[in-house]
């Protein structure tokens, strides 16, 4: 089992940038598929970026390809969402999740993964 903390959310500008940060807890982490979630009021959650559990692969959603960047340091149990170009639309709860998994593949669904953060609000202003 693993718990995960986030941390790094805020007020920002449109244009500026923030980093996310989720602290798991546990020995294992290294055997986890991490990935970046987010919602709004109303919707569904969606997925934002995912990486696997090496770090060698990872997957972006459309809306944020190019500006967003998902890593991890297994050695500090710590995966990271560098946020760059903010935009008003990128304004939602984000949440880290993580699920067992030492395949390549990256689940793009909530269903895909386990665990789960209890979110950190990131607010674009315009």
């Known amino acids: 089992q693993v718990q995960l903390v986030e941390s790094g959310g805020g007020l920002v500008q449109a244009g500026g940038s923030l980093r996310l940060s989720c602290a798991a807890s546990?020995?294992?982490?290294?055997?986890?598929?991490m990935g970046w979630f987010r919602q709004t009021p109303g919707k569904e959650r969606e997925f934002v970026a995912g990486?696997?559990?090496?770090?060698?692969?990872?997957y972006y959603a459309d809306s944020v390809k190019g500006r967003f960047t998902i890593s991890r340091d297994n050695r500090k149990n710590t995966v990271y969402l560098q946020m760059n170009s903010l935009k008003p639309e990128d304004t939602a709860v984000y949440y880290c999740?993580?699920?067992?998994?030492?395949?390549?593949?990256?689940?793009?669904?909530?269903?895909?993964?386990?665990?789960w953060g209890q979110g950190t609000q990131v607010t674009v202003s315009s």
């Open positions: 999740a993580a699920t067992l998994s030492l395949r390549s593949t990256i689940a793009t669904i909530s269903t895909g993964y386990d665990y």
């Open positions: 990486i696997s559990w090496g770090g060698g692969n990872t």
């Open positions: 546990g020995r294992t982490f290294s055997s986890y598929a």
